[in-house]
């Protein structure tokens, strides 16, 4: 029981725990920002944010019912789909998601104003966009 917490990687703890890190943004990230989150990450998102109005990338998950309702749809956004939003509203996108599913997106988005990867730089990534300028950002 003891030994659990030192054999436990630092990934699956800041996955399961992303208190610490969606803590940092909590002041920078206003009423008037848009958010984005992955399926994984969109319980802790609204949460640490208090936001009801988080757009879902990707899969749906349990969330599937709820985002198929007629007036929910517009929430679930496909990769271009979110390019053009963070291009609307340059500088007021922010996106929480898992490591693996930015690195699936990244070609298709805006270069980001900053990136914070977390502790280990494998579980969650807080990303804030500018909009517009197309490059890579890995």
């Keep these: 029981f003891f030994a659990v917490h030192f054999a436990t990687p630092d990934q699956i703890i800041e996955t399961q725990t992303p208190g ?13 920002d848009i958010i984005m989150s992955d399926e994984y990450s969109i319980r802790a998102v609204c949460w640490y944010f208090r936001r009801s109005d988080v757009y879902v990338m990707g899969k749906t998950g349990e969330l599937e019912y709820g985002l198929s309702q007629k007036d929910a749809k517009a ?16 500088g007021r996108v922010w996106l929480v998601a898992r490591v693996k599913h ?4 990244q070609d298709q988005f805006p270069r980001p104003v900053f990136q914070d990867r977390g502790q280990v730089g494998k579980g969650l990534n807080v990303v804030h966009y500018r909009g517009k300028t197309r490059q890579p950002f890995f």
């Design 75 to 90: 929430r679930l956004l496909e990769p271009q789909s979110a390019a053009e939003l963070i291009n609307r509203n340059r």
């Design 20 to 32: 610490v890190l969606l803590s940092r943004y909590e002041q920078e990230v206003t009423a008037n």
């Design 102 to 105: 930015i690195a699936r997106w």
